[in-house]
T-cell receptor
Framework: KNEVEQSPQNLTAQEGEFITINCSYSVGISALHWLQQHPGGGIVSLFMLSSGKKKHGRLIATINIQEKHSSLHITASHPRDSAVYIC???????????FGTGTRLTIIP | NAGVTQTPKFRVLKTGQSMTLLCAQDMNHEYMYWYRQDPGMGLRLIHY???????AKGEVPDGYNVSRLKKQNFLLGLESAAPSQTSVYFC??????????FGQGTRLTVV
């Protein structure tokens, strides 16, 4: 069965802390997406990656294809980073996205 | 550039009523999707379409129907709403396995 697991489910941190959210998946993928959802809001795509590392501002996403694992890092976290972060993958031979259950991040001032 | 637009944003239905959710995209994407999001669960695919005139079932299709008569629109219908269909519904579009664009969501309550 094609599965996506995220950890932790919930994360609370102080402003300024370095944040890591993890995503693991069961079989080979063609692409992995990191998405952000603010409370009551829509879903925004942060990154799409199939290898290596991508950086956008304070956000960094990495993927290790051999270990079937990806991480999303936030440096110098800020209260406005508080949101649900969702990992989603496209498995080989299947264009549809399979989603993790999300990580709820709360940054305390 | 509107991206993906869903209407309505909120709706309350009585059990047994019907309704249609509309998703419109202006990016000429071939792929369109309808998901539902429930507490403690990841987004689950209801139905999807890989092009105008085509539709296919996702993970949780029962109780829903869809149509893709025009490339830019993807409609989700509930013929006889049930309380189990209370959820937040998201539409998305993409050019295949690349960046997906999501609508703002529709919060549906069935009483």
């Amino acid at each position: 069965k094609n599965e996506v697991e995220q950890s932790p489910q919930n994360l609370t941190a102080q402003e300024g802390e370095f944040i890591t959210i993890n995503c693991s998946y069961s079989v080979g993928i063609s692409a992995l997406h990191w998405l952000q959802q603010h409370p009551g809001g829509g879903i925004v795509s942060l990154f799409m990656l199939s290898s290596g590392k991508k950086k956008h501002g304070r956000l960094i996403a990495t993927i290790n294809i051999q270990e079937k694992h990806s991480s999303l890092h936030i440096t110098a976290s800020h209260p406005r980073d508080s949101a649900v972060y969702i990992c989603a993958v496209s498995f080989f031979g299947n264009e549809k996205l399979t989603f993790g259950t999300g990580t709820r991040l709360t940054i305390i001032p | 550039n509107a991206g993906v637009t869903q209407t309505p944003k909120f709706r309350v239905l009585k059990t047994g009523q019907s309704m249609t959710l509309l998703c419109a995209q202006d990016m000429n994407h071939e792929y369109m999707y309808w998901y539902r999001q429930d507490p403690g669960m990841g987004l689950r695919l209801i139905h999807y379409s890989v092009g105008e005139g085509t539709t296919a079932k996702g993970e949780v299709p029962d109780g829903y129907n869809v149509s893709r008569l025009k490339k830019q629109n993807f409609l989700l219908g509930l013929e006889s709403a049930a309380p189990s269909q209370t959820s937040v519904y998201f539409c998305a579009s993409s050019l295949g396995a690349i960046e997906a664009f999501f609508g703002q969501g529709t919060r549906l309550t069935v009483v």
